[in-house]
């Protein structure tokens, strides 16, 4: 399991333990860094990905302190994080995606029109580096669902969308846990974009399967 999990699972289970409870402050950093066996590094990781879930809130120049959330919906919140490690049906679902969706970005090259390259432009500029990890997973599933309009089979895109949205968890914790999470992805979207927009199908093929091949990858080595 990865460190920023583990970090996670440990103030879990200060909460579950009664340690912490809604409201409540946070023991300072090194403290709170040698209680959980932990360095500050992995701790500060696990503070800032809880602080994108909701679960804790980092006042600058006061503390960080657990929401005012109820206790069980604090613990549903942080659930997803195991969930999302041992539900193997997350697995299944994006290797199904790594069969479709590159042949969705071959279907595009070949058929899409300047209106659907236009629209899938616009949705890759609209995005930039400073873009929050929010941002990002939005930006990602409207490009990926652009991509398969544009191939003009709406039984294939009404499928990529479905499945889609059982992976927005996965793409948002690796975005939260991943460095450059949101370097890459962009990259990867003009690469893929400029495929299309060339008509080669072969090369937004190979470069798609890559592409979703990533989310696959890191959580098959973060279940480790």
Do not use: C
């Amino acid at each position: 399991m990865a460190v920023t999990d583990e970090a996670i699972l440990r103030i879990k289970e200060m909460i579950t333990g009664g340690q912490l409870a809604p409201g409540d402050r946070l023991p300072p950093e090194k403290e709170l860094s040698e209680q959980l066996g932990l360095s500050r590094s992995s701790l500060r990781e696990a503070v800032k990905a809880l602080e994108v879930i909701r679960v804790l809130d980092v006042r600058r120049g006061d503390g960080t302190y657990v929401t005012s959330l109820e206790p069980s919906l604090l613990l549903e919140a942080m659930s997803f994080v195991v969930d999302l490690h041992d539900d193997q049906s997350v697995l299944e679902i994006l290797a199904v995606r790594r069969i479709l969706e590159p042949a969705a970005s071959a279907l595009a090259a070949r058929n899409a029109d300047a209106d659907a390259i236009q629209l899938l432009r616009e949705a890759v500029d609209a995005v930039d580096r400073q873009a929050n990890v929010e941002q990002l997973v939005e930006h990602d599933l409207h490009f990926h669902s652009g991509i398969a309009q544009a191939g003009g089979n709406g039984y294939l895109a009404s499928l990529i969308d479905s499945l889609s949205s059982h992976t927005i968890r996965a793409r948002i914790w690796r975005g939260i846990t991943q460095e450059n999470a949101v370097d890459r992805t962009l990259h990867e979207h003009h690469a893929i974009l400029e495929a299309i927009e060339a008509g080669d199908a072969e090369l937004a093929q190979a470069l798609t399967t890559v592409h979703v091949s990533g989310v696959e990858q890191w959580l098959r080595s973060a279940a480790l």
